[in-house]
């Protein structure tokens, strides 16, 4: 019983199933949609969101900061100089794809600029935004 | 008999120089847990560039990890990679700093003394521990001299 109830868990948990960045936007709008009614993902609020300068970091102030203001570029971190892969899952497939990597990723980098968790409606966006925007 | 006990010892540490540089080629593959967890912040450093206990005290300050917090969720993974780390830890003395900095080792500095900081801004590298600002291959762990990009200089062999 406890193994069907964990698989039946598992059916209607959307962001495990999310494989495609059009799902991780409607598995994390769906769960803004809890509480904002009506919720859908905006390209352009994602984009001012990742050029926000939070305050948190001196170097690591906005995503833009490592990932640039366009996701189609190759960004580099602010700190290290390492090289980092585009954003966008439109020139770099990997891209929000793995549901366990973005998580870690949003959960890192979020308390490291932003400073909090981000909410389901920012992730929403910045999908978006990482899709389609430049 | 002073000076054979010194040629001796010069010898042995140039012994161990030579040894060290091989490590350093050996170690050609990362675990790809190492590339992902550690080499996506930063260069994944070749492991020997620290010792057991040094290496020990990263692993166990992930969450104040110079100034970031790096935490490992999943706890078997950074059991796996402090193992890791462990078995292919350096030999040399404790770095002396806290945290442990490579780049403050007389070793580090020695190696690098002839690069000029003025080549380094001209690349744009701010930081020493940007290995592959300079080392072409430092992301797949090799270091030798043939792929080594020296600042304000783009070529270092002319049929390289």
Same mark, same amino acid.
């Given at each position: 019983?406890?193994?069907?109830?964990? @698989?039946?868990?598992?059916?209607?948990?959307?962001?495990?199933?999310?494989?495609?960045?059009?799902?991780?936007?409607?598995?994390?709008?769906?769960?803004? $949609?809890?509480?904002?009614?009506? +919720?859908?993902?905006?390209?352009?609020?994602?984009?001012? +969101?990742?050029?926000?300068?939070?305050?948190?970091?001196?170097?690591?102030?906005?995503?833009? $900061?490592?990932? =640039? #203001?366009?996701?189609?570029?190759?960004? &580099?971190?602010?700190? *290290?100089?390492?090289? @980092?892969?585009p954003l966008s899952?439109?020139?770099?497939?990997?891209?929000?794809?793995d549901p366990a990597?973005?998580?870690?990723? +949003?959960? &890192?980098?979020?308390?490291?600029?932003?400073?909090?968790?981000?909410?389901?409606?920012?992730?929403?966006?910045?999908? $978006? +935004?990482?899709?389609?925007?430049? | 008999?002073?000076?054979?006990?010194?040629? @001796?010892?010069?010898?042995?540490?140039?012994?161990?120089?030579?040894?060290?540089?091989?490590?350093?080629?050996?170690?050609?593959?990362?675990?790809?847990?190492?590339?992902?967890?550690?080499?996506?912040?930063?260069?994944?450093?070749?492991?020997?560039?620290?010792?057991?206990?040094?290496?020990?005290?990263?692993?166990?300050?992930?969450?104040?990890?110079?100034?970031?917090?790096?935490?490992?969720?999943?706890?078997?993974?950074?059991? *796996?990679?402090?193992?890791?780390?462990?078995?292919? $830890?350096?030999? &040399?003395?404790? =770095?002396?700093?806290?945290?442990?900095?490579f780049t403050a080792?007389?070793?580090?500095? &020695?190696?690098?003394?002839?690069?000029?900081?003025?080549?380094?801004?001209?690349?744009?590298?701010? *930081?020493? =521990?940007?290995?592959?600002?300079?080392?072409?291959?430092?992301?797949?762990?090799?270091?030798?001299?043939?792929?080594?990009?020296?600042?304000?200089?783009?070529?270092?062999?002319?049929? #390289?």
């Open positions: 019983m406890k193994k069907l109830i964990s @698989i039946l868990a598992l059916l209607v948990s959307p962001s495990l199933w999310a494989e495609t960045p059009a799902q991780f936007i409607a598995s994390y709008s769906a769960e803004a $949609a809890r509480t904002q009614p009506g +919720f859908v993902a905006d390209a352009a609020r994602g984009k001012a +969101f990742a050029a926000h300068n939070w305050g948190v970091s001196e170097k690591l102030a906005s995503c833009t $900061a490592c990932h =640039t #203001d366009n996701p189609r570029n190759p960004g &580099r971190h602010a700190v *290290t100089g390492k090289n @980092i892969a899952p439109v020139v770099n497939q990997e891209r929000f794809s990597k973005v998580e870690k990723w +949003f959960k &890192r980098n979020c308390k490291e600029v932003v400073g909090r968790a981000c909410t389901a409606a920012e992730k929403a966006d910045y999908i $978006a +935004f990482a899709l389609g925007g430049r | 008999m002073k000076s054979l006990v010194f040629i @001796i010892g010069m010898l042995l540490s140039l012994a161990s120089l030579t040894s060290l540089a091989e490590g350093f080629r050996a170690q050609a593959t990362y675990p790809a847990v190492y590339k992902s967890e550690c080499g996506s912040c930063h260069d994944p450093f070749p492991p020997g560039l620290l010792n057991k206990s040094d290496w020990g005290r990263v692993m166990q300050n992930l969450d104040r990890h110079y100034g970031t917090d790096a935490s490992i969720e999943n706890a078997k993974t950074a059991a *796996t990679l402090a193992n890791w780390l462990e078995q292919n $830890a350096g030999h &040399r003395a404790d =770095t002396g700093t806290n945290p442990p900095r080792t007389h070793w580090f500095k &020695r190696e690098h003394r002839e690069v000029p900081p003025e080549g380094l801004k001209k690349l744009g590298i701010n *930081t020493p =521990t940007y290995c592959t600002g300079c080392h072409l291959g430092a992301a797949q762990g090799r270091y030798g001299e043939n792929e080594i990009r020296v600042p304000g200089q783009t070529r270092r062999h002319e049929d #390289d």
